[in-house]
């Protein structure tokens, strides 16, 4: 199926995001470009940003045919492989970028290496009734993993929104 449309993410020179996903949009290719409110000390105030969430990646929903118009953007190095073919990034976690960003202020992206821990559904928010493992609990941060991605956002999440499951069923 050529003409199925799939999320990819594509590497991006240095600090050229956001202006890829602009010129992303130029050329009618659908993109996301998640950003994060993050508050920056400046010498006599204080300033908000919005910054990539992810360094040097944009999202594109491309079919196989718009691979090359893709590539073909000023500023777009390639894109992420996966056993030598652009990996497809499941939708609904495109998604749940989307309502972590919505619901979450300043997140912080960690690299993630995924670990054998406890099995666990999420009570509440914008992850509710999603199945994952835990990659790490500090006081009240839990991390999620998004697989197919290679990280985790960090957010407060109140261990008592948390339960335990003891199957390994696992939906996130």
Known sequence: ?????????VYTRPKWEKRVAELLVKKGIENYCPVNKV??????RKVLLYEPLFTSYVFVHISYAERIC????????NFVSWLGKPAVI????IDIIKRFLN?????????SE???RDKIRIL??????????IIEVRNKKVKVSLPSIGYTLVAEVDRNNVEKLEHDTVQL
Do not use: F, I
């Open 39 to 44: 508050l920056r000390q400046r010498s006599d």
């Open 1 to 9: 199926m050529q003409n199925s449309k799939n999320w990819y993410a």
């Open 124 to 133: 509440n928010g914008p992850l509710m009734m999603k199945e994952g493992e």
């Open 70 to 77: 893709t590539l073909e953007t000023d500023g777009l190095l």
């Open 90 to 93: 499941k939708a609904e976690e």
């Open 114 to 116: 995924l670990n054998c």
């Open 103 to 111: 619901t979450h202020k300043y997140v912080n992206v960690e690299k």
